[in-house]
């Protein structure tokens, strides 16, 4: 039975890494395959946003150096709405140096990600010393680290032999690597034969989401929950303007919050059947 056939639950039990077996159990209880992207640039509307979408969402995913007035207190905030809330937290930082440039970045710096963000995520371009870097700060940690193996952009250069070059890296590093972020389910995908018989696990946690708009002026391209969770079996789906844009307030904030958390779960509850 393919995994993606199983629930959440069942997946959890399966992964070594604390990071992905957490996000699992969290998916579960809340009943939300929902990963809400706050991508506002002040302090005091990131935080307010974050506690009012805290109910709905499994994962938040930050890009912190976007804050104009980020300080330590953000970051102890931050971790105190995770407790309050329940949901874990993803630094969107795609890395993409060598081992020994990514390690800095990582842990120090005016961010010190690994300290708080449970997961996070990096480019492939660089080959396998970018996840043995990143994984001598995070495996400590009990951190979990994401693979870009496709993304949403148009022309994203990141298919094909690429995309399978991701998943080999990926496979080699089980421990900390616990999925893609990625378009698509990758079983299979750079597969010399065998590997299709391995029982493999992998998140896949998919941005480009939006139910009323099918793109932006910048090249962002976006399916429906079910397109992406039903149809192409992703995970995870992450939402971001879809959910805070447009000026609103936050009551409406919070009534699309809780509307992709539904779709988002019946998109999961229809595959696995
Ligand atoms: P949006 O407002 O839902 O379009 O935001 C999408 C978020 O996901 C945003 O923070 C992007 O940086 C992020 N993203 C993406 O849109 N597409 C990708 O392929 C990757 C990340 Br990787």
Known sequence: RPTFTRSYTERAGKFSNPAARQLLEVMARKQS???????????????????????????????????????????????????????????????????NTVVLQYSKGVHKIASWSDITNAHAIPGPSIITGLASVGVPLGRGLLLLAEMSSKGSLASGSYTEGAVRMARDHRDFVIGFIAQNRMEGIGSRGFEAEVDEDFLIITPGVGLDQSGDSMGQQYRTPFQVVAEGGSDVIIVGRGIYGGGVDIPTIQTRAERYRAEGWKAYEARLK
Do not use: M, W
């Open 33 to 99: 395959n929902l990963c809400i992207s706050v991508d506002v640039t002040l302090k005091g509307e990131f935080l307010e946003v974050v506690d009012a979408v805290g109910p709905y969402t499994c994962l938040i995913k930050t890009h912190i150096d976007i804050i104009e007035d980020f300080d330590q207190d953000l970051i102890t905030q931050l971790k105190n709405l995770s407790s309050k809330h329940d949901f874990l937290i993803f630094e969107d930082r795609k890395f993409a140096d060598i081992g």
